[in-house]
Every structure is written in structure tokens, then in C-alpha cells.
């Protein structure tokens, strides 16, 4: 009979699908498109940073430049870096004293006029703390005070390196176990000639601090086991690197660092 039939059919096990055999066209492949979206495949352990590295290129396309620039900027040990550009006070503010006087840039030199008492300029950029070296030129325009003093990193804490000062001759850090350039074993006695430039050099190490002007040793300091410190007052303001003059007008040219390893 025609129900027979039917119910044959239906049960017969030749006619049954097996497998990815399917009646249905499209639902082998959706089976399979489900089974692989289940278990992704893996990226090999041996290329992970590949595959990292391509993926962030394509997030980040302009991070290898970056990067690169980065480098660059990061200077190299033993050469000199230029501070002043000769032109503008670029990198450097005018550093707060009370009443101080106008710092400007003149001929290619840093002018710092008298200030009551007190003018400078205070380095705004990156500054190693320790192991490098720093030289530049100064001269003393009038006045009869400290003209180019140089506040400096030593370290966690700072340091003055005093030129000309207290009447015009003495040369010495500031301070040493809380002794001033004036009172401690630095103290050193140089006549400065007005307008007469005169070329500095200090280096700072872990160890020692060493001053040449005009390439003779002035100051050669072990500081092992001292306090090195800044004296009480505004000279604060020029750290963490900055140049004062003491009602004195004085000028800066050439003004360069370089790490030292």
C-alpha cells in the first residue's frame, strides 16, 4: 500500500544521510564553518612576536617612527650636546629671584643684567644627575660680584660653583658639609679681568667633582662620604642647572654637556 510504502522508504537505512552527506544543500559547509569558528587555529609559539609586532604595526603605524626619533634624541656618551642655539633663550627661563634683573640674548651670548641683587637663567630641559661633563665660556661686563655661578646636579642634591664672588675673587663650591665657597677647601682666589671671556669646564662623577678655567685645574674635590648642598637662600631657584650674576652684569656663550659613560 501507498502508506507502506512511505514508511519504508522513510526507514530504509540506504536513505538515510551519514555523515557530511546531507540532503540540505549549504549545511555541510555551515557544519564545518562552525566546527573551525569552535577551535581557531593556533599561532605558533615561534611566531607570537611576529604576530605581535604586525599587529601593532597596523594599530600603531607611526609607532617605529617614534621610536626611532626617540633613539636619536637620547644623547651619546662623549659627545657634546649644545645648550644655547646663539639665538634665543630656547630651553631656558629667566630664573625668579626677587628684583632680579633682565636676562637676554645679545651677539650670540646670554646677557644677565644686574639685579638687586640677583639675575639668571635656568635650564627647562633633561639633565643627567651624575657622570658628565659641562664647559662653557663667561665674562664679566661690570660689577664687582659673582658673574656666571653655576648651580649644578651632584646626585640627588646640588651644587654652586661660586666665580668671583665675595668682592670679586673667590672661586669655590657651595656648599660642603654646610660650609660655603668662601669658608671650605675649595676656596680658591683668581683675579677675573672685565671683558676678558674666560672658558669653564666642571665634571661630575659619583666620586669627584673637578673645575678647570682656561684649562688649569681650580677645583678637585673628593666627595665620598661628604654633604654636598646648596646654600640657604634664593640660589635654590636655580637648580636643578641654571647660571646667576650678583649685582653684576655678565654674559654666557658656548654653552655644551656631555655624558661621560
Known amino acids: 500500500s501507498l502508506r507502506e510504502t512511505v514508511f519504508s522508504h522513510r526507514s530504509s537505512p540506504q536513505q538515510r544521510p551519514r555523515g557530511n552527506h546531507c540532503p540540505y544543500p549549504g549545511q555541510s559547509l555551515r557544519k564545518e564553518t562552525l566546527r573551525a569558528s569552535r577551535h581557531p587555529p593556533r599561532t605558533p609559539v615561534n611566531h607570537y612576536n611576529s604576530h605581535m609586532r604586525a599587529l601593532t604595526t597596523r594599530r600603531l603605524p607611526w609607532l617605529p617612527v617614534w621610536l626611532c626619533v626617540a633613539a636619536l634624541a637620547q644623547p651619546k656618551t662623549g659627545e657634546w650636546q649644545a645648550m644655547f642655539d646663539g639665538k634665543t633663550l630656547q630651553g631656558w627661563r629667566e630664573t625668579a629671584f626677587t628684583l632680579h634683573g633682565k636676562a637676554r640674548v645679545e651677539n650670540a651670548t646670554i646677557v644677565l643684567a644686574p639685579g638687586a641683587p640677583m639675575t639668571g637663567v635656568t635650564w627647562t630641559g633633561a639633565f643627567p644627575k651624575t657622570n658628565y661633563e659641562v664647559r662653557f665660556e663667561a665674562v664679566r661686563i661690570d660689577g664687582n660680584d659673582f658673574f656666571a655661578s653655576l648651580t649644578f646636579p651632584v646626585g640627588d642634591s646640588f651644587c654652586t660653583w661660586v666665580t668671583g664672588g665675595w668682592g670679586g675673587d673667590i672661586v669655590g663650591l657651595s656648599s660642603i658639609d ?75 656663550r658656548k654653552i655644551d654637556y656631555r655624558l661621560l659613560r
Open 178 to 252: 654646610g660650609w660655603d665657597a668662601s669658608d671650605n677647601e675649595t676656596r680658591t682666589y683668581f683675579d677675573f679681568e672685565k671683558g676678558r671671556w674666560y672658558a669653564f669646564r666642571l665634571q661630575v662623577t659619583a666620586g669627584r667633582i673637578i673645575g678647570w678655567i682656561d684649562d688649569k685645574q681650580i677645583v678637585n674635590l673628593e666627595i665620598a662620604g661628604r654633604t654636598v648642598g646648596l646654600r640657604h637662600g634664593e640660589i635654590q631657584l636655580s637648580a636643578p642647572f641654571g647660571f646667576a650674576s650678583y649685582g653684576t652684569t655678565g654674559a654666557l
